[in-house]
């Protein structure tokens, strides 16, 4: 294949040899594949950072089919979900962490939808037509599960959800977080019936219309900030709300592989300076 020029959303070679093991090979018994699954996996970097529709893919990639064949074949076969659990494990034992959590955050986000087909409500709180998504996170902002549902369904069956699907993935966790919306004895007794964890509100002690950082809420807060710099999710433009959840897993994932080369790029620097170092003593 002819190298191309490469774009802002491409990954490095630091950030494939990280990545490049987790996405699935080519089957060995069949045809060879046209395109390198970096190429495919880049395609898909670009819609989800530039926001733009899949037949708008720059004709310097693979064609737009093809990237968007494993975009949906990977969001079905759960593969997103495995890289996305297995770069969070990689993240946390790297920060000093345990890979599983014990503790994360309960939140959600309205966001409005384009005139595409598909589920979609009105949020009369937030006073948005479109779609909600419920995020559960750990202490450092990273994606443990997320579900996407019409605006109109409420925090709280939203989070009965997300937190189904979490509870068999996630035995360490003991601990959640969450804002006023998630409120009440009936819901609090529900988490404990279900799930084994304990649910603490966080609640806003300040004036109304007044910000102030508040605990532990601030960081699922600065994960939906993570997700603001993909204009792809900058509003709902999907018809599935399972395609929707799979670039909210995409986004994360890139997010997790830069943060890795960095470190390792890091961790190489500082060797490579202390061995300096060590030469440079043995020599005086």
Same mark, same amino acid.
């Given at each position: @294949? ?17 990545? /490049? ?21 880049? /395609? ?19 064609? &737009? ?19 996305? #659990? ?5 993240? $946390?034992?790297?920060?000093?962490? %345990? ?18 087909? /598909? ?7 937030? %006073? ?16 443990? @599960?997320?579900?996407? #549902? ?39 007794? &529900?988490?404990?019936? %279900? ?56 986004? @994360?994932?890139?997010? @997790?592989?830069? $943060? ?12 490579? #300076? ?11």
């Amino acid at each position: @294949m002819e190298t191309r020029q490469a774009y802002p959303t491409d990954l490095t070679d630091a950030e494939w040899r990280i990545l /490049g093991p987790l996405v699935p090979a080519p089957a060995p018994n069949g045809r060879p594949a046209d395109y390198e699954r970096r190429e495919i996996v880049n /395609g898909i970097l670009y819609i989800t950072r530039a926001g733009c529709a899949w037949r708008l893919l720059p004709h310097d990639f693979p064609p &737009w089919p093809l990237v968007y064949h494993y975009f949906r074949q990977w969001s079905r076969d759960g593969t997103w979900e495995r890289i996305n #659990t297995a770069l969070r494990e990689k993240v $946390r034992r790297a920060e000093g962490h %345990h890979r599983q959590p014990s503790a994360a955050l309960l939140d959600s986000q309205s966001v409005k939808m384009t005139d595409q087909a /598909g589920t979609r409500g009105y949020d009369g709180g937030k %006073h948005v037509t479109g779609r909600k998504r419920h995020l559960l996170v750990d202490t450092l902002g990273l994606l443990l @599960m997320v579900v996407v #549902t019409a605006a109109n369904t409420s925090d709280q069956a939203g989070a009965k959800q997300v937190l189904e699907r979490a509870t068999p993935q996630q035995p360490r966790l003991k601990h959640l977080w969450a804002d006023a919306g998630y409120k009440g004895a009936a819901f609090l007794a &529900w988490v404990a019936r %279900h799930c084994g964890w304990t649910l603490e509100i966080v609640q806003h002690l300040v004036p109304t219309h007044t910000f102030e950082v508040q605990p532990w809420r601030w960081i699922v807060e600065r994960t939906f900030g993570w997700l603001n710099r993909y204009r792809r999710l900058s509003k709902d433009y999907e018809q599935l709300p399972a395609s929707s959840e799979a670039l909210i897993r995409v986004a @994360m994932i890139n997010l @997790m592989v830069q $943060r890795l080369a960095h470190q390792r790029a890091e961790k190489h620097q500082q060797q490579r #300076t202390a061995k300096q170092l060590a030469l440079q003593q043995a020599r005086e």
